[in-house]
């Protein structure tokens, strides 16, 4: 096992990785930017570096930077959490290369593979998983964006390629919108991700967004974990999570669990890592590969009692996932509320600022991952996200009324996501289970 682990992250990501190190009696390693001197993941790690200004790109995306510190640190481990670096193949493959220095991750070829959004639906189409009706190569022209709006039928999406959390993509309802929204999804890739390469997929109106989470060893063996509902969207980025999903039926279930096996198989993919479909009228389609840790994955571990991390840092330690398929077995229901310092009042609009109280909830199935406390203050230069609530029931019923409570008592001194969530719990289309991804910005009518 290693002796000491790097993580290149900041927030309650870095303290959940942190907590897993510490069970396994790894001793960790912090990386910093000057606006988190005093940051909840500098105090909980065994030591801490500065790594740069505020501003990511200057510090938590300075990869070379964070490689130079963990050889400083004498670190034999990096995990990157999830965002920043943690999908980019090229840092991974550096960190491979450093002499002492192992990726807590999928290689960076499987990175590549199926980080890739043509390749990966290439993948898994030849491991005979339905895809979403599309393009397995980039498009360049606005003529064949055209065509394929006639052979799939209009409503398409153009999508980055290097996209993500609804970024990149542009939803296309007919020939005279292709021109805009092809130069638009390009300029979107190209800012937020540095890759203009755009593809065309069928845009499904009323689709779940239900994923498998895998974990995958270096000795052959691949498990899923089950599927989590993200169902419940704001402008395509997740706001609420669940699992089990009240979409699939135990057939449906089996069937899609077994897709996601057999793609990540066939690109000898290790480590943890989220298939992700969309499912319409009983149907699934592969939509991308996570080749991450998720901000969600907590409900997994809720529900099947297994900690993924902990797993993932085994796994990167060359051992062997200690199941087998027929072992895991899903217990209960668990929900995650992502809990944002923004206001839902005013367009879910950033509101950073100093924490006079923070008082997060307890109790029996009450989960709070974060990294800051009272008197914290909530930066401007990262996500907005400053905890995550999790919620856990024997049924789906009870997690709802757990859910309440829960948020009931959760306070924070700054506007937070709290007040929506517990609108939510009201919502009778949520409440019953009903809702598809495209429900909070019809019911909201906020979609641009
Ligand atoms: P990520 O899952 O990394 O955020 P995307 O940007 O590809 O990646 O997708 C975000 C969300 O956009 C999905 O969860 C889904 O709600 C919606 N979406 C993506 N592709 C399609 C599609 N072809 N049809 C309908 N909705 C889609």
Same mark, same amino acid.
């Given at each position: 096992m290693f002796g000491k682990l790097l993580v290149a992250n900041r927030g309650e990501i870095a303290v959940r990785v942190m907590q897993a190190c510490e069970e396994l009696g790894i001793e960790t390693v912090a990386v910093y930017s000057d606006a988190d001197r005093s940051a909840g993941h500098v105090a909980y790690a065994d030591e801490a570096y500065n790594i740069g200004?505020?501003?990511?790109?200057?510090?938590?995306?300075?990869?070379?930077?964070?490689?130079?510190?963990?050889?400083?640190?004498?670190?034999?481990?990096?995990?990157?959490?999830?965002?920043?670096?943690?999908?980019?193949?090229?840092?991974?493959?550096?960190?491979?290369?450093?002499?002492?220095i192992t990726w807590v991750g999928p290689s960076s070829d499987a990175m590549t593979t199926?980080?890739?959004?043509?390749?990966?639906?290439?993948?898994?189409?030849?491991?005979?998983?339905?895809?979403?009706?599309?393009?397995?190569e980039p498009v360049e022209?606005?003529?064949?964006?055209?065509?394929?709006?006639?052979?799939?039928?209009?409503?398409?999406?153009?999508?980055?390629?290097?996209?993500?959390?609804?970024? *990149?993509?542009? +939803? !296309? $309802?007919?020939?005279?919108? @292709?021109?805009?929204?092809? =130069?638009?999804?390009?300029?979107?890739?190209?800012?937020?991700?540095?890759?203009?390469?755009?593809?065309?997929?069928?845009?499904?109106?009323?689709?779940?967004?239900?994923?498998?989470?895998?974990?995958?060893?270096?000795?052959?063996?691949?498990?899923?974990?089950?599927?989590?509902?993200?169902?419940?969207?704001?402008?395509?980025?997740?706001?609420?999570?669940?699992?089990?999903?009240?979409?699939?039926?135990?057939?449906?279930?089996?069937?899609?669990?077994?897709?996601?096996?057999?793609?990540?198989?066939?690109?000898?993919y290790t480590n943890a890592g989220t298939v992700e479909f969309l499912v319409e009228d009983g149907e699934f389609y592969f939509m991308e590969v996570n080749t991450r840790i998720q901000v969600e994955h907590t409900v997994t571990e809720e529900?099947? *009692?297994?900690? +993924? !991390? $902990?797993?993932?840092?085994? @796994?990167?330690?060359?051992? =062997?996932?200690?199941?087998?398929?027929?072992?895991?077995?899903?217990?209960?229901?668990?929900?995650?509320?992502?809990?944002?310092?923004?206001?839902?009042?005013?367009?879910?609009a950033p509101t950073p600022g100093t924490l006079s109280t923070y008082d997060p909830p307890s109790g029996l199935g009450v989960r709070i991952d974060d990294a800051i406390s009272r008197g914290d203050e909530v930066s401007g230069d990262y996500d907005s996200m400053i905890a995550k609530l999790i919620v856990r029931a024997p049924t789906r019923e009870r997690c709802l009324e757990r859910s309440k409570r829960a948020l009931r008592h959760f306070d924070v001194g700054v506007e937070t996501t709290i007040p929506f969530h517990?609108?939510?719990?009201?919502?009778?289309?949520?409440?019953?289970?009903?809702?598809?991804?495209?429900?909070?910005?019809e019911s909201v009518g906020d979609d641009d």
């Open positions: 200004p505020a501003p990511a790109s200057q510090s938590y995306l300075d990869g070379d930077a964070i490689i130079e510190v963990a050889d400083r640190a004498g670190a034999d481990a990096i995990h990157p959490g999830y965002g920043f670096l943690a999908e980019n193949a090229e840092f991974a493959g550096k960190v491979e290369a450093a002499e002492g199926l980080g890739e959004k043509t390749n990966a639906r290439r993948v898994m189409q030849e491991a005979d998983v339905p895809v979403v009706p599309g393009t397995t022209s606005a003529d064949e964006v055209r065509e394929l709006g006639d052979e799939f039928g209009y409503p398409i999406a153009i999508k980055a390629e290097g996209g993500g959390g609804g970024r *990149g993509m542009k +939803i !296309v $309802r007919g020939d005279e919108e @292709v021109d805009d929204a092809l =130069e638009s999804a390009k300029r979107e890739g190209e800012a937020y991700f540095g890759n203009d390469s755009v593809y065309v997929e069928k845009y499904l109106e009323e689709p779940k967004h239900v994923e498998v989470q895998i974990l995958a060893d270096h000795h052959n063996t691949v498990l899923h974990l089950g599927e989590r509902d993200c169902s419940l969207q704001r402008r395509h980025q997740k706001v609420i999570e669940e699992a089990p999903s009240t979409a699939l039926d135990a057939e449906l279930r089996d069937s899609i669990g077994d897709a996601a096996r057999r793609g990540v198989r066939e690109a000898g529900v099947t *009692g297994i900690d +993924i !991390v $902990r797993e993932q840092i085994r @796994v990167a330690a060359d051992e =062997e996932l200690p199941y087998a398929q027929d072992d895991i077995g899903i217990d209960g229901h668990a929900i995650e509320f992502r809990i944002n310092a923004e206001n839902p009042a005013n367009g879910f517990r609108l939510m719990l009201a919502d009778e289309t949520f409440r019953a289970g009903e809702h598809t991804t495209s429900y909070l910005d």
